[in-house]
């Protein structure tokens, strides 16, 4: 059974900075592209950012710049480095498994930006 927790979301100022967290289980963690994703009160759900097995990552333009996706293979975690906050970057956000598009995730963790 694939389970995802995310952790590390909070409130913070514009230009602030946050590391959400999110373990994996149940799944061959090493060999699994991952990813993050967003989603804000009556948008879409915007992929962030995702990380392949080899350690090869790609951002939204969004992002890009600010934004840190990175792994560690021997806990089982993906991260994601948030710098330069901006108010639109408000939402919750979620790990998942790209190949297995919104199928699997956890159950989130809310970040708020304030202007």
């Known amino acids: 059974q694939v389970q995802l927790v995310e952790s590390g979301g909070g409130s913070v100022q514009a230009g602030g900075s946050l590391r959400l967290s999110c373990v994996v289980s149940?799944?061959?963690?090493?060999?699994?592209?991952m990813g993050w994703y967003r989603q804000a009160p009556g948008k879409q759900r915007d992929m962030v950012a995702t990380i392949t097995s080899g350690g090869f990552s790609n951002y939204a333009s969004s992002v890009k710049g600010r934004f840190t996706i990175s792994r560690d293979n021997a806990k089982n975690m993906v991260y994601l480095q948030m710098n330069s906050l901006k108010p639109e970057d408000t939402g919750v956000y979620y790990c998942?498994?790209?190949?297995?598009?919104?199928?699997?995730r956890g159950q989130g963790t809310q970040v708020t930006v304030s202007s």
């Open positions: 149940g799944i061959d963690f090493s060999a699994t592209h």
């Open positions: 998942n498994l790209p190949s297995y598009g919104y199928e699997f």
